[in-house]
């Protein structure tokens, strides 16, 4: 016999609140890593993903805590997730335009070996995530697609690490930080989009008029 319909959406929501739980831990236990790394090799472009791993680790916790609320309360929520997005961008901007004058070549081997860790970090984040990103709806998906995204930015800068040793230029490093601010802001869109549509559908549960 089946679980009856909110019996089996309490266990769903059991389920994503320990995953993004375990993802929120994963992204803050790798942050410290990665920024340490970013420092000594001197890449802008990890410093930029190190601090996208806070920005994980915020989006899953604000989901832990979330979970349960109004459809209205989770819409304005998701906006905000989506703002939250954008803060990484802002950090590779600000670093890619302060050394625009002077684009130094970061260590090649730490930026490799970190992004391979960042791999496997944002790869099993991404996986626990597929099974639960439409479960909690905004909330969820952006959690989903900043751990997806984060999958191609790592692989990003382990072929900005190849060209920065081909050419010695730091100019690769840099581009990679405009290449990271547009996934972001593609990101923060697509969420902003999806917790829109679920302000729809709380006006029109409450039978309110539909703008």
Sequence with gaps: MSADPPAAEQLDVGRLRRIVLVVAILNLSYFFVEFVVALVAGSVSLLADSVDFLEDTAI???????????????????????????????VAGWE???????????????VVLASLGAIAINGTCAGLLTSVRHRGGSLSRAAFLSARNDVLVNVA???????TLWTDSGWPDLVLGCFIILLALHAAYEVWEVSEEERLAAKALAGEEID
């Design 96 to 110: 890619a335009v302060r050394r625009f004058s002077e684009p130094l070549a970061p260590d090649v081997v730490p």
């Design 60 to 90: 899953n916790l604000l989901i832990f805590l979330a979970l349960g609320w109004p459809l209205a309360r989770r819409a304005a929520m998701g906006k905000a997730m989506a703002l939250v997005i954008l803060g990484p961008a802002a």
């Design 157 to 163: 800068i382990i072929a900005m690490a190849g060209l």
